[in-house]
């Protein structure tokens, strides 16, 4: 069984990525985010037509997660227990969708950015993390994978220049800290044995070629369950998907299951 996960930054800019991507990596599960698209505005034929059943959860043109799968998608839940809303009025945002796909609960996760250290959003960019660390705990006994944006790079490595980000979310020690309570909790960074640093990063910015320069961060992440970390064999991340006219500025993340 083969699982991946792509924050695409817009699936109906790059749908006919996204069907060549599962098709070229033959992909039983895909989990995808920031699809800004509206649930009623998905462009759903062409995965459909290739055996693909597609759960997607979208309000508006910002953030949006989805689950593809060729395996069954079953039992999916839209959103996690004591996720916190955001905006003025609080709101659910289109951030955490999970299903059971071929016997494996897979959760599409698009943690929120945080902005700025002193911003709100960096608050409730915690908060979130600490209502998903809780509704996660249950999940160990289970073969879970938390996949997707994580916007958090846990390790020095997994930026290009520590210095570069010194006034910057993404590498807080309470963000970090935030990102390793999992691995405490039990869950395995599954692809990181695969693919050591450093320099190996999962996202470059558009900005001053940044991906030409292989000035990244790697904050695109697969955490397994026990279970499911004992069942991976190999894991990648496809570099080549950044290159090129019209690419996410992130990478896809592919895991292999025996």
Same mark, same amino acid.
């Given at each position: 069984?083969?699982?991946?996960?792509?924050? #695409?930054?817009?699936?109906?800019?790059?749908?006919?990525?996204?069907?060549?991507?599962?098709?070229?990596?033959?992909?039983? #599960? !895909?989990?995808?985010?920031?699809?800004?698209?509206? *649930?009623?505005?998905?462009?759903?034929?062409?995965?459909?037509?290739?055996?693909?059943?597609? /759960?997607?959860?979208?309000?508006?043109?910002?953030?949006?997660?989805?689950?593809?799968?060729?395996?069954?998608?079953?039992?999916?839940?839209?959103?996690?227990?004591?996720?916190?809303?955001?905006?003025?009025?609080?709101? *659910?945002?289109?951030?955490?969708?999970?299903?059971?796909?071929?016997?494996?609960? #897979?959760?599409?996760?698009?943690?929120?950015?945080?902005?700025?250290?002193? @911003?709100?959003?960096?608050?409730?960019?915690?908060?979130?993390?600490?209502?998903?660390?809780?509704? &996660?705990?249950?999940?160990?006994?289970? @073969?879970? /994978?938390?996949?997707? @944006?994580?916007?958090?790079?846990?390790?020095?490595? *997994?930026?290009? @220049?520590? /210095? =570069?980000?010194?006034?910057?979310?993404?590498?807080?020690?309470?963000?970090?800290? /935030?990102?390793? &309570?999992?691995?405490?909790?039990?869950?395995?960074?599954?692809?990181?044995?695969?693919?050591?640093?450093?320099?190996?990063?999962?996202?470059?910015?558009?900005?001053?070629?940044?991906?030409?320069?292989?000035?990244?961060?790697?904050?695109?992440?697969?955490?397994?369950?026990?279970? !499911?970390?004992?069942?991976?064999?190999? =894991?990648?991340?496809?570099?080549?998907?950044?290159?090129?006219?019209? =690419?996410?500025?992130?990478?896809?993340?592919? #895991?292999?299951?025996?």
């Amino acid at each position: 069984m083969r699982i991946a996960t792509w924050n #695409v930054n817009s699936v109906r800019s790059r749908i006919s990525r996204v069907e060549a991507l599962v098709e070229r990596h033959d992909i039983d #599960v !895909l989990a995808l985010q920031e699809t800004k698209a509206r *649930d009623d505005q998905w462009p759903l034929m062409g995965l459909q037509a290739m055996g693909y059943d597609v /759960a997607t959860l979208g309000f508006n043109q910002w953030n949006g997660v989805a689950l593809v799968s060729r395996v069954g998608l079953e039992d999916v839940q839209r959103g996690f227990s004591g996720m916190p809303q955001w905006g003025e009025p609080l709101a *659910d945002e289109a951030r955490a969708i999970g299903a059971t796909c071929g016997g494996v609960r #897979v959760w599409s996760l698009y943690v929120p950015n945080g902005r700025k250290i002193d @911003d709100p959003h960096y608050v409730y960019k915690l908060d979130w993390l600490a209502r998903l660390r809780d509704a &996660a705990k249950p999940w160990l006994d289970a @073969d879970t /994978a938390l996949v997707g @944006d994580w916007n958090i790079a846990p390790l020095d490595e *997994d930026v290009f @220049d520590m /210095a =570069a980000y010194a006034k910057d979310t993404h590498v807080t020690p309470p963000e970090r800290a /935030a990102f390793k &309570a999992f691995l405490d909790d039990g869950y395995v960074d599954v692809v990181r044995p695969h693919t050591p640093g450093p320099g190996v990063f999962t996202y470059w910015d558009y900005y001053r070629q940044r991906f030409e320069r292989n000035r990244g961060m790697r904050i695109d992440f697969v955490l397994g369950s026990p279970s !499911l970390a004992g069942r991976v064999t190999t =894991a990648f991340i496809d570099r080549d998907e950044r290159a090129g006219q019209g =690419a996410s500025d992130h990478a896809p993340v592919v #895991v292999d299951l025996d």
